[in-house]
């Protein structure tokens, strides 16, 4: 139960994240702060993955549609490049900023929870998969692109929830840059559209 709460929290947090630009969040929405609110009925774990799954997501593309697209279609002397740390007029590629994201969260105790977007292909290191389980996610995804892969998996001793979700090439900007780039491995496929390219991974501790 004590979990269930920090997760709702975790959410609030999020979607606080998310508002807090235009309207600002209510201060003090902490577990600390709120000791002696009474028990919430919790979220589960699955519906909680898909929730901030759909968050990631919708950041994702709209950084990648209005964006990036829209600064490519205006001609901008600013563009997005993987290299944008060493070049001038340049912005990060939606993957880096996901990955960037996530990396924060990481290393955000109160978070809760860790994502990240993963290939058993992978043009950076960072992104191959870590456990069996996300492995046998990750296959799962390939096989069944319209569904989503869910799981329980025990490392260093503490159980947790796995949620994957294919991450497929809806655009023909996906599989050009990916198949052309020059970090592809000899076993890298010829992605095509529609094909997964790998897929959003979502842990959750369960205790
Ligand atoms: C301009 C090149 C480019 C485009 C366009 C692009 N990607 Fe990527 N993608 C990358 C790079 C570079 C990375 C590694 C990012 C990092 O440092 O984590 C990456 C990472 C990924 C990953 C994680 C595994 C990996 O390869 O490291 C997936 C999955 C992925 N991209 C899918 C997509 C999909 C789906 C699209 C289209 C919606 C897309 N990419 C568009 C360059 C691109």
Redesign the pocket.
Known sequence: MKFKKEISLSIFGILCLSLMTSFGCGGGATASATPDLPAEPGIPFKQFADAVHAVMMADRTVY?SKVVTRLKKQDASVTPS?YWEDEEHTIP?P??MF?MGSELVFDNPEAGFTYA???KW???E??HPKSDLEVQALDFLTENPDENFYGEEELGGEKYFVAAYA?????E??WS??ND?GNREDSYPEFAKDDV??GVIVRVPMK
């Open positions: 990648a993987e590629l993957a880096q990955r977007l993963k290939s992978p043009l950076n960072q992104n991450d497929k090439a809806v655009a900007a996906c840059c990916h780039h390219m790998g």
